[in-house]
């Protein structure tokens, strides 16, 4: 296994174990978190272990116009039922993503050094936020890293209402002019939404 030094570098992804693991230590410092996701690799860890790094190959990502929005979806986003807004209220959408009880998870991976370092990113335009408001309270929203070549590597979403993180998230898309949608690892929620595998070659080479 790679271990990090302070030089902000990582093994080549080739180098990573079959579940896509990479490199383990270093830090979330904003250069080091930027060489990373230009590099196809991103952080995920649970609070008490050590950063890891995952490279996964095949990638789980969607294509903007293979979004799939069901009907009852259309029906629902034209009744304006949710106010949704970008970068509005990006400290929340993280704390409430780092809320979600995840399915064989027993903490939180949004640890306060992360909500702390994706701030920072966001507040030197890398991270972005979409918030989901009903009656003026925040009851969905998502949050990733957008690096201004036509990637937007997404992180974590939550709601509180049902259907409020995918009226976000299907918004966000269909307003943007993303080319790829970098969903790192496979759920059934993203697969409905169009969500299908490529190699980690070819999204490298949309980075």
């Known amino acids: 296994m790679n271990f990090l030094t302070n030089k902000i ?3 080549n992804v080739s180098e990573a174990t079959a579940d896509g693991l990479l490199a383990i230590g270093g830090d979330l410092s904003t250069k080091r978190l930027l060489h990373a996701y230009q590099n196809g690799i991103f952080p995920w860890f649970e609070d008490q272990e050590p950063i890891l790094w995952w490279s996964p190959d095949p990638r789980f990502v969607i294509h903007p116009k293979d979004l799939k929005v069901s009907k009852s979806m259309k029906r629902l986003l034209k009744k304006d039922v949710f106010k ?8 929340l959408v993280m704390q409430n993503c780092a809320k979600v009880n995840r399915k064989d998870q027993h903490g ?13 990113m966001h507040k030197l335009g890398y991270a972005v936020s979409v918030e989901v408001w009903q009656n003026e309270e925040l009851v969905g929203g998502l949050y990733g890293v957008d690096l201004g070549n036509n990637v937007f590597c997404g992180e974590s979403m939550f709601a509180k209402v049902s259907n409020a993180s995918k009226a976000g998230f299907i918004t966000f898309v ?26 980690r070659d070819d999204f490298l080479k949309y980075l």
């Open 84 to 91: 949704i807004t970008k970068n509005k209220a990006f400290d």
């Open 108 to 120: 939180t991976w949004i640890t306060n050094e992360m909500v702390n370092a994706y701030t920072q």
């Open 174 to 199: 269909q307003q943007s002019n993303y080319k790829l949608i970098d969903c790192q690892l496979h759920t059934n929620h993203l697969e409905s939404l169009g969500g299908s595998y490529i190699s």
């Open 9 to 11: 570098a990582f093994p």
